[in-house]
């Protein structure tokens, strides 16, 4: 067995939608993004019809809205007004704000959980160091193809991931996955053999949210001469984890 083994069994269950009953579990279908409606003014999304069906019509809205407004979550009128249908016909699928934003953010989820597996997977199995360099690039990548679930997910109460089961199911998986790397990086002899792993976990994690909220925010450009900020952010990331590798040898840290 890949030795990535142990590490799927703390993902697969997500991808198989265990637990909870989800807000969302029947329509896990975010797609790439698009250049049409998602991304113009909302108030002229109702012009053309759109072919998908009110859910993914609504979510996407409420995702625009998040970005236009930013300051506060877009309420069910706002969503309705956007996709031009009754208030009603939108809570008979949401109950109501909080119902749609933590389908729109599960479903980014579902798409996060599922790339970290793949990528991990395409990675020498007996590099964690390289495996968890990984699994920070792919973080990126997903914090700037779906912004609004980033900022949702980070910023807004109502999303909150602490408080919300549904949505922290999905972010204990990334974060168990991270400590066991992190711990077999260490079994290994890649990291002190009394290295604080759950510390030296919560650094790299706010490191990399970091970045990310730099990159959407368009403020790493401001610092650096890279015209590209995403490649700028990983570049970084693969610096600090290096460097937080190396420190962290036993020669490096004393025994």
């Given at each position: 067995m890949?030795?990535f083994g142990?590490?799927?069994?703390?993902?697969?269950?997500?991808?198989?939608?265990?637990?909870?009953?989800?807000h969302?579990?029947?329509?896990?279908?975010f797609?790439?993004?698009?250049?049409?409606s998602?991304?113009?003014?909302?108030?002229?999304?109702?012009?053309r019809?759109?072919?998908?069906?009110?859910h993914?019509?609504?979510?996407?809205a409420?995702?625009?809205?998040v970005?236009?407004q930013?300051r506060?979550?877009?309420?069910i009128?706002?969503?309705?007004?956007a996709v031009?249908?009754?208030?009603?016909?939108v809570?008979?699928?949401?109950?109501?704000?909080?119902?749609?934003?933590v389908?729109?953010?599960?479903?980014a989820?579902?798409?996060?959980?599922?790339?970290?597996?793949?990528?991990?997977?395409?990675v020498?199995?007996?590099?964690?160091v390289?495996?968890f360099?990984?699994?920070?690039d792919?973080?990126l990548?997903w914090?700037c193809?779906?912004?609004?679930q980033?900022?949702?997910?980070?910023?807004?109460?109502?999303t909150?991931?602490r408080?919300?089961?549904?949505?922290?199911r999905?972010t204990?998986?990334?974060?168990?996955l991270?400590?066991?790397m992190l711990?077999?990086?260490?079994?290994?002899?890649r990291?002190?053999?009394?290295?604080?792993?759950?510390?030296?976990?919560?650094?790299?994690?706010?490191?990399?949210?970091?970045?990310a909220?730099?990159?959407?925010?368009?403020?790493?450009?401001?610092?650096t001469?890279?015209?590209?900020?995403?490649?700028t952010?990983k570049?970084l990331?693969?610096?600090f984890?290096?460097?937080m590798?190396?420190?962290s040898?036993?020669?490096?840290?004393?025994?």
């Amino acid at each position: 067995m890949h030795k990535f083994g142990c590490y799927i069994d703390s993902t697969a269950a997500f991808l198989g939608h265990s637990g909870p009953k989800s807000h969302s579990s029947h329509l896990f279908s975010f797609g790439p993004p698009r250049n049409g409606s998602d991304c113009i003014v909302m108030k002229h999304l109702s012009e053309r019809r759109d072919p998908r069906g009110l859910h993914d019509r609504a979510i996407s809205a409420a995702m625009t809205l998040v970005l236009d407004q930013r300051r506060q979550p877009p309420t069910i009128a706002d969503i309705a007004e956007a996709v031009d249908e009754p208030v009603e016909r939108v809570r008979a699928l949401f109950a109501d704000e909080r119902a749609l934003l933590v389908a729109s953010v599960e479903q980014a989820l579902v798409v996060l959980i599922d790339s970290c597996t793949r990528a991990v997977v395409r990675v020498d199995p007996d590099d964690p160091v390289a495996q968890f360099l990984s699994l920070g690039d792919t973080y990126l990548d997903w914090a700037c193809r779906y912004p609004a679930q980033f900022r949702l997910l980070q910023d807004c109460d109502l999303t909150n991931a602490r408080h919300e089961p549904i949505l922290r199911r999905y972010t204990d998986s990334i974060a168990d996955l991270t400590l066991r790397m992190l711990a077999r990086a260490r079994d290994t002899g890649r990291l002190h053999p009394r290295e604080d792993i759950a510390m030296l976990a919560l650094s790299a994690r706010c490191y990399v949210v970091g970045l990310a909220r730099l990159v959407l925010d368009g403020r790493l450009k401001d610092w650096t001469e890279e015209r590209d900020s995403l490649t700028t952010a990983k570049h970084l990331t693969h610096d600090f984890v290096h460097r937080m590798a190396r420190s962290s040898q036993p020669h490096m840290a004393g025994m």
